[in-house]
Each structure stands twice: as structure tokens, then as C-alpha cells.
């Protein structure tokens, strides 16, 4: 079971920092690892048979390093415990939730100053192509994002440090990279990266409809507390369950529609259409059909809900780990 005090450090450290470009992320080693693999394997007749070998050893390798460092240090120092600070320095590396939302504040001013400005800052967090964005696919290619890395960078490494401590977090972050990598419907990837994305489905399946569920209740109670809340004007709860139900699963991920949906739902606005993504173009379906403009306050909404249901899942794990 992990420490509470490695959690709330962790947590703390991300809140302040972020991700720091100067400071090592093992996501970066992660990637380099899955990138020279996909160099070597990705090639003859069984590429599927070689992108599953790929994720299944770097999946494994990860979870076995975890713990074996952190049991190394136990050993090393003579601790009761696993050690806090490493912990915490992991759980650390594990969140994502304070860059993105930085992030996308950035896309959004970006575009207030210009389109090209818009484009560039929001190619730092989409792996689609965004050289033809509109202002308007702009700012709803941010709000996708951050709906999804709510799921992906905050609820569910939360959910696997729940399962698996600490190596199950960081197992979990190895299984997104690679999925972000290398999960892609492409004619370069189609073969080769559907184990690794079949895998990061099954991972994601509980947090992110956990995390539409939070979603859509904390947007409820936003509206009930605040008067002049953006989403004071928004469909009720029982709406928007309804709404999240109807789109979430027409998403052409099984995990990615649920959290995105409950966004649209919550901002009553469009996501989806198609995409286009190393030059081809992928076709997905809408969410909503209520298409009207984003601006600046729906942005500022959709960071509040994303914070608060931070806050919501890293209290319930401090009570959880403070009582166990």
C-alpha cells in the first residue's frame, strides 16, 4: 500500500512544477524505448505479432524496474516502508494534470493573438495535424485534449496507483506512451500498434467513465454554487448523463468518447469530425449537435472541472491510504 505522504508530495510537487523541460521524465526514456523498437520491428510479415512482443517485454520490463527499485532502496536502507521520497518523486513523473491545463490557457490565448500562433501552440499537445485548423478546430482540439488527458494523465494513474501501487502507476504510464506512440489507426501503425492499444483499453475502460461520472457531478455542483457560472446556463445532470450515455460510445476509441462527451455536455457545445493525423485523414464521429463558438469562459470552465476532479480523486486516495 502506498504511503498517503508520498501521494500528497507528489501531488504537491505537480501542482508547483508541472513538467519542467529541464528536469529528466522517464516518459522520454519511455518513448525512446518504444521509438527504437518500432524501428526495428515494425517491418515484415508479422508486424502484429512484433508490436504486441514489443508492448508486452517494455509493459513488463517497466512494472519489474518499479519495483525493483523501489524494493532495492527498502533493502539498501533497512526501511519499514518503501521509501517516501521515491515514491513521491514517481507519482510526481506520473501526473499531468497542472501542464496541460497551462497548456491550453496558452492555445487559447495563442489564438486570441492569431491563428498561426494558435496552431503552433496547440500542435504541442495534439498529434493531429494542425497547419489547417480553424480558430474554432483550434480551441476544440484543446478542450478534447484536455477531456481526455483528464482521463489519461490524471484519473486513471491515480486508479492504477490505487491497484497496483506505485509500479502499477508507472506500468500504466508505459502502457499510455505506447499507445500514444504507436496506437494509431495509420497504414504505419495499423498492424503494429494493435496490441499496445487494445491494452491501453482495457486500462482506461474503469477511469475513464469514472471520470465522465465526476465530471458531470462536479459540473452540476459548479452550477448550483456559482450564480455566474458558464455552466449555469447548461443542461441539468440527468441531461447530461443522457447526453454521455448517447455519444460517449460512438467515439472511435471505447475509452476516449466518455470524458470528452461529458465535456460537450457540460460546455453544451460540438466535439469530433475528422481528423487528420501523419497525412492521413481520420474520420471520427461528432459528440453533440450543438455547434456553436468556444470562447475564452468555456476554457476557463472546462480547466475548473479538470481541477476539481483532481482534487476529488487525490483526497479519496489520501483517505484511502491514511486509514489502510
Known amino acids: 500500500m502506498v504511503n498517503a505522504l508520498s501521494l500528497l508530495i507528489g501531488w504537491i510537487a505537480d501542482k508547483l512544477m508541472g513538467d519542467p523541460a529541464w528536469l529528466p521524465h522517464p516518459v522520454v526514456a519511455f518513448g525512446k524505448a518504444i521509438a527504437w523498437g518500432e524501428r526495428l520491428l515494425n517491418r515484415g510479415r508479422f508486424r502484429r505479432w512484433n508490436g504486441g512482443f514489443l508492448a508486452v517485454v517494455l509493459i513488463f520490463l517497466t512494472f519489474a524496474a518499479t519495483w525493483g527499485l523501489l524494493y532495492g532502496v527498502q533493502r539498501a536502507f533497512g526501511l519499514q516502508e518503501r521509501p517516501i521520497i521515491i515514491e513521491a518523486i514517481l507519482i510526481f513523473y506520473c501526473l499531468a494534470g497542472t501542464t496541460l491545463c497551462r497548456e491550453v490557457r496558452m ?34 482540439a484543446a478542450l478534447e485534449t484536455l477531456a481526455e488527458n483528464l482521463s489519461d494523465g490524471v484519473v486513471a494513474p491515480l486508479f492504477w496507483l490505487l491497484v497496483g501501487g506505485v509500479p502499477g502507476m508507472m506500468t500504466y504510464k508505459m502502457v499510455n ?52 457560472s458558464t455552466v449555469n446556463r447548461k443542461p441539468s445532470a440527468i441531461k447530461i448523463f443522457r447526453f454521455v450515455w448517447k455519444y460517449g460510445p460512438q467515439h472511435a476509441s471505447p475509452n476516449s468518447g466518455w470524458p470528452e462527451a461529458a465535456l460537450a455536455g457540460i460546455l453544451n457545445c460540438r466535439f469530433g469530425g475528422p481528423h487528420v ?48
Not at 500562433?117 to 476544440?140: C, F, H, M, N, P
Open 107 to 140: 492555445v487559447f490565448e495563442a489564438a486570441d493573438h492569431s491563428l498561426e500562433a494558435g496552431r503552433r501552440q496547440v500542435a504541442r499537445i495534439v498529434g493531429r495535424d494542425t497547419s489547417q485548423l480553424s480558430d474554432q478546430e483550434i480551441r476544440k
Open 177 to 228: 506512451t505506447l499507445d500514444s506512440m504507436i496506437g494509431y489507426r495509420t497504414e504505419r501503425y495499423r498492424e503494429f500498434g494493435t496490441v499496445a492499444a487494445r491494452i491501453d483499453d482495457v486500462a482506461n475502460w474503469i477511469p475513464a467513465r469514472l471520470t465522465a461520472l465526476l465530471m458531470v457531478l462536479i459540473g452540476q455542483w459548479m452550477t448550483i454554487k456559482s450564480k455566474r
Open 277 to 324: 493525423y501523419f497525412g492521413e485523414v481520420i474520420e471520427k464521429p461528432y459528440i453533440g449537435d450543438h455547434e456553436r463558438k468556444l470562447k475564452a469562459d468555456d476554457m476557463k470552465t472546462a480547466i475548473r472541472v479538470n481541477q476539481l476532479v483532481e482534487v476529488v480523486m487525490v483526497a479519496t486516495l489520501l483517505a484511502i491510504f491514511y486509514i489502510a
